[in-house]
């Protein structure tokens, strides 16, 4: 299997394990991103690893359902909506159970697929392999707001250096989708994965430099904690910059969460 989906597999099967054991009613609690509640935010994933699926399957079929998305839209609805309507009602531990069984068969379809191989997308078209890395990023991301909810710390594995690369390989565009020239040089990056192993990216610089956790790094991308929650260390304008506004994701431009926004609950006993 493409090392990629197998990741994606084990990031899923993993936030699986954290929500399985959730009832209906605690899988409707409202989480700090948007108000989502663990319904939602299960939802969402669901629906745009089918819509990764159909691109797989060919442009005809991803095109068909994003035609949907556009109408859907056009008519005065959200993507939200959008997503409720095509769920159907699906919610709860059914939706659960139907997303996991979805999900392993997604990893294995893309796991024999061609990496290099170009599917359709909402915005510009990308490899299989760039597809299933971003459905993994999706999944990680979103699951932060679960882990948070529920007051868990996750413990990390190495698969997040797929959204460490991510991180890198979308630096210019954290600037581009906000008008921006991206600044020149990009900030070298030392940093520490789950597994204690160094991982470096860019051009070595003591005046342009980002050093921490990987985790914490995977966070600020995705814009899962504000960079003054990290212990990131942050030198020079261009990775004060990035870090300030960073965003991995396509999209239009999102503002990172207020500082102190996003944290691991303490849940009373």
């Not at 299960?42 to 991803?62: K, P, Q, R, T, Y």
């Not at 597809?131 to 882990?147: D, F, N, P």
């Not at 990775?239 to 990172?256: D, K, V």
Request: glycine content about 8%; aromatic content about 8%; proline content about 6%.
């Amino acid at each position: 299997m493409m090392p990629q989906a197998n990741d994606f597999l084990d990031e899923s099967e993993a936030l699986h394990a954290l929500i399985d054991p959730l009832s209906d009613e605690r899988l409707g609690q409202p989480t700090a991103f948007k108000g989502w509640t663990i319904n939602h935010v299960i939802g969402h994933l669901h629906v745009w690893n089918h819509a990764a699926d159909l691109s797989l399957e060919g442009d005809e079929a991803f095109q068909g359902f994003y035609k949907e998305v556009v109408s859907h839209m056009a008519a005065g609805g959200t993507l939200s909506s959008f997503e409720r309507h095509w769920l159907k009602g699906l919610e709860g531990r059914a939706l659960v159970k139907t997303w996991r069984e979805s999900f392993i068969e997604i990893a294995g379809r893309f796991g024999e697929a061609d990496p290099s191989m170009r599917v359709q997308w909402a915005g510009p078209s990308m490899s299989v392999r760039s597809s299933i890395t971003a459905r993994l990023m999706e999944t990680w991301a979103h699951g932060q707001e679960v882990y948070d909810t529920l007051g868990v710390v996750r413990r990390n594995a190495d698969r997040i250096r797929n959204i460490v690369v991510l991180g890198v390989n979308t630096y210019g565009w954290t600037f581009k989708v906000r008008g921006q020239e991206p600044p020149e040089p990009m900030p070298h990056l030392r940093l520490t994965g789950p597994s204690g192993e160094l991982w470096t990216h860019g051009e070595p610089s003591e005046a342009e430099v980002i050093e921490g956790l990987a985790e914490e790094f995977c966070q600020v991308v995705t814009q899962t904690r504000n960079i003054a929650d990290t212990a990131l260390q942050v030198t020079g304008p261009n990775a004060e910059s990035w870090m300030r506004q960073a965003q991995c994701f396509a999209g239009p431009p999102e503002t990172p969460p207020a500082p102190g926004q996003r944290k691991t609950a303490t849940l009373s006993r």
